[in-house]
């Protein structure tokens, strides 16, 4: 069996030697124990900044797909997929009874969606996709007609949230970070306008592209684009604070001034909300049975941005925090 491990804190943006791999051996199964062979991992932008609250030396955190090779539960048969927070590793001795990584849900049997690639467990039906799902719908509460912002448009939950506002009657407008994804979101997605950030103004994109104001923003990146943002906000606005990817990289003690957002907040009787998605763990299946529904009458679509080899994750990890990605960043054993 191979993991990979945290070699060093990140310092900026990760780097090769930040981490490593390593052989690891398994003990022997025990009563209420799996072992589970790793098929999918996902990379997300929290293990950019989550990682700073583990030592040195753990395995990398984060979600898979695996397949149920061995089992002593009757619960988790062999043979079953299964989908949890293993850690960037290839096999896992596992106690069912407990939470893998403490503070992050149970793992649990794949729910089923025979037709559809195992993956999107770890994406649309998964916690991607409830994070849109429930952060979206429950914070941001649309109603038909409104005017809803997306950013990290063309990534795994800008890319739901944008689509599901669009299900709810909303006018939607994305911003990404190229203009292959914005050609993506506008004419495969139905966005009703998308803008590259790098290349166009974003306060010039608003004007044009939101001529009545925005009524919801999904902020996935934070900085500069979510201050000006702001200034486009309707009375009683709502924004739902779901990232800040742009300052993932920045060390806390030297984050850029922020903008002043009280001003805005009080004359246009704003909510801004953050949230964890795990706030709705009791909710779980609700978001990816709807989504599951959505995806088979044909209102939601997805993509994947597949590497394969388990060797390969930190490149993908890495690539992904780059905006290499359009929708999910997986790899594939
Ligand atoms: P994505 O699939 O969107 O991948 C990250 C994307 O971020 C990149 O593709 C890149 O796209 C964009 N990006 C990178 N740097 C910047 C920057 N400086 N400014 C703007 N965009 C940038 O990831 P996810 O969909 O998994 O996550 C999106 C956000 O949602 C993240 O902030 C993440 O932390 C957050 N999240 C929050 C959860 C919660 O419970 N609150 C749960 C899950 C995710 P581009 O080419 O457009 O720049």
């Known amino acids: 069996a191979q993991k990979?491990?945290?070699?060093?804190?990140?310092?900026?943006?990760p780097k090769e030697d930040d981490l490593k791999l390593e052989e690891e051996e398994l003990p022997e199964l025990k009563d209420g124990e799996i072992l589970v062979e790793a098929v999918f991992w996902s990379v997300d932008p929290y293990m950019r900044p989550y990682?700073?609250?583990?030592?040195?030396?753990i395995t990398m955190?984060?979600?898979?797909?695996?397949?149920?090779?061995?089992?002593?539960?009757?619960?988790?048969?062999?043979?079953?997929?299964?989908?949890g927070y293993f850690g960037w590793r290839t096999h896992t001795v596992h106690d069912t009874t407990k939470e893998p990584l403490p503070g992050f849900p149970k793992a649990h049997l794949l729910p089923d969606f025979k037709e559809l690639p195992y993956s999107l467990a770890l994406g649309v039906l998964g916690m991607p996709g409830n994070t849109a799902y429930f952060g979206f719908l429950e914070i941001c509460e649309p109603k038909e007609g409104e005017t809803v912002v997306v950013t990290g448009a063309a990534g795994a939950v800008g890319s739901i949230v944008g689509q599901i506002a669009k299900i709810k009657g909303c006018r939607v407008i994305g911003f990404a970070g190229s203009d292959?994804?914005?050609?993506?979101?506008?004419e495969e997605l139905g966005f009703d306008a998308a803008y590259n950030y790098k290349t166009k103004d974003v306060n010039e994109a608003l004007k044009e592209g939101a001529p009545k104001g925005v009524d919801c923003y999904f902020d996935n990146v934070g900085g500069d684009i979510s201050s000006t943002v702001l200034n486009h906000m309707n009375t009683r606005g709502?924004?739902?604070?779901?990232?800040?990817?742009?300052?993932?990289?920045?060390?806390?003690?030297?984050?850029?001034?922020?903008?002043?957002?009280?001003?805005?907040?009080?004359?246009?009787?704003?909510?801004?909300?953050?949230?964890?998605?795990?706030?709705w763990t009791d909710r779980w299946m609700e978001g990816i049975h709807t989504n599951l529904k959505w995806i088979r009458e044909g209102k939601l679509k997805?993509?994947?941005?597949?590497?394969?080899?388990?060797?390969?994750?930190p490149k993908a990890f890495m690539g992904m925090l780059k905006g290499e990605n359009t929708g999910k960043a997986i790899i594939k054993a």
């Open 4 to 13: 990979w491990i945290l070699a060093k804190h990140f310092s900026g943006e």
């Open 51 to 57: 990682t700073a609250r583990f030592p040195v030396g």
């Open 61 to 83: 955190i984060g979600s898979q797909v695996g397949k149920i090779v061995e089992s002593k539960t009757k619960d988790f048969p062999e043979g079953r997929y299964i989908v």
């Open 180 to 186: 292959e994804k914005v050609k993506w979101l506008t």
């Open 238 to 279: 709502r924004i739902s604070v779901c990232g800040s990817i742009s300052s993932y990289n920045a060390d806390p003690a030297n984050y850029p001034r922020a903008a002043i957002v009280q001003p805005s907040m009080v004359f246009k009787e704003l909510r801004m909300e953050g949230f964890i998605v795990h706030r």
């Open 302 to 313: 997805y993509r994947e941005t597949v590497t394969e080899g388990f060797k390969n994750m």
